[in-house]
């Protein structure tokens, strides 16, 4: 069991980076499954990107392709999110989450999920 915690989050204008840090407790870490989710006030939550346990494997939703990057650092159990070219449409809370389940990289069901952290993109 891994307990998540993000931070990174912020205001930035529309073009702007940020990257988002998830730190996560627990010594299992490297075998967790590890994505990033978001949720838009109103809208429901949606998938942003995965990354495999080694790192080697990444997805992404096609609305951030090429804008964002996932990695992860498995020795110091932490997962990033990288974003450039922001978007006032990238305005959201963003969730860090994660799963031992393998099949968490394509069906982008998690059970643990870190508490969130604003991303707000101004125009």
């Known amino acids: 069991q891994v307990q998540l915690v993000e931070s990174g989050g912020g205001l930035v204008q529309a073009g702007g980076s940020l990257r988002l840090s998830c730190a996560a407790s627990?010594?299992?870490?490297?075998?967790?499954?590890m994505g990033w989710v978001r949720q838009a006030p109103g809208k429901e939550r949606e998938f942003v990107a995965s990354?495999?346990?080694?790192?080697?494997?990444?997805r992404y939703a096609d609305s951030v392709k090429g804008r964002f990057t996932i990695s992860r650092d498995n020795a110091k159990n932490t997962v990033f999110l990288q974003m450039n070219s922001l978007k006032p449409e990238d305005t959201a809370v963003y969730y860090c989450?994660?799963?031992?389940?393998?099949?968490?990289?394509?069906?982008?069901?998690?059970?643990?999920w870190g508490q969130g952290t604003q991303v707000t993109v101004s125009s």
């Open positions: 989450a994660g799963d031992p389940n393998r099949g968490s990289f394509l069906s982008h069901k998690y059970n643990y």
């Open positions: 627990g010594r299992t870490f490297g075998t967790y499954t």
């Open positions: 990354i495999s346990t080694s790192g080697v494997v990444t």
